[in-house]
């Protein structure tokens, strides 16, 4: 398996626990969704698969090489597109007519190879988005993580860069493991979504979305079913979170307008 967590903990400096006793196997090629309450740990898991962070309890197995895409493309602005994605490569010693050509193949995959010689500035927020997915996918990951890759976009940049990712996930059948905030967004694209409990984050639902692409949440009763579940496990999560933060005035969402998507920001 190209990921597996057995009972992994997290707890940091002044007590604060952000996972508990979490474990999760996910197979090659399969994409997963990982969402949560703010402050549930979905970023600090990924973390801890990229190898940036490390499990207090437990264990973390990743087989393969990882890529990663974070929710700012973080692009040097004095470097073409092309030599952004090929950075990697540089440093690893690749030559430059090889990791020029690697770097095009990429930038082909996201159909961006008119702007391989553009610079950061030159491009707007969705295409240095996909300059930064080129660059996880230039040394050919077998796993693939995204830490909310698309929240920063609008909605019409966003949807078209979750086709083009499911059109390069659908071609190369990476495994990914994808960290979002949106219900809607997890049931377009996932294979599998995993729920996890307010802080100390624990998995509370394993979903698998057995369901054809492309995907509307909204009309397909499969999906539709699947998100009112999902979202009624949400809101206690979320209230719970909101109970915690406030002085004692929280009234719950039956007296109040809430939506749980709106309170599932920024992760540990």
Not at 39 to 56: I, N, Q, R, V
Request: aromatic letters at 4%; proline letters at 6%.
């Amino acid at each position: 398996m190209p990921i597996t967590i057995s009972e992994v903990g997290r707890k940091y400096p002044g007590g604060i626990v952000a996972l508990e006793s979490v474990s999760l196997v996910i197979p090659d090629g399969q994409f997963v969704s990982l969402i949560g309450p703010s402050g549930c740990g979905k970023s600090t898991l990924l973390a801890m698969l990229a190898g940036l962070d490390a499990p207090t309890t437990g264990r973390v197995a990743v087989s393969g090489r990882v890529g990663m895409v974070f929710q700012e493309p973080a692009l040097f602005p004095w470097r073409s597109v092309r030599d952004n994605v090929s950075f990697g490569l540089q440093m690893r010693g690749v030559g430059k007519r090889e990791r020029e050509s690697r770097a095009d193949d990429a930038l082909k995959m996201v159909h961006l190879s008119r702007f391989a010689g553009a610079y950061p500035h030159e491009l707007s927020g969705g295409m240095r988005q996909r300059a930064a997915i080129a660059r996880a996918l230039v040394a050919d990951p077998e796993v693939l993580l995204m830490d909310e890759p698309f929240g920063a976009l609008d909605a019409q940049t966003r949807s078209l860069l979750q086709s083009e990712l499911l059109s390069v996930w659908e071609t190369t059948r990476k495994t990914v493991v994808f960290v979002t905030h949106g219900m809607d967004e997890a049931l377009t694209l996932s294979d599998r979504i995993v729920l996890l409990s307010a802080r100390p984050g624990r998995i509370i639902a394993d979903i698998v979305i057995d369901a054809p692409h492309p995907r509307d949440p909204q009309t397909d009763p499969t999906l539709r079913a699947a998100y009112e579940m999902l979202r009624d496990l949400l809101t206690k999560e979320v209230e719970s979170v909101a109970r915690a933060e406030h002085d004692g005035d929280w009234e719950g969402v039956g007296k109040r307008t809430m939506e749980p998507e709106a309170s599932v920001g920024a992760d540990i």
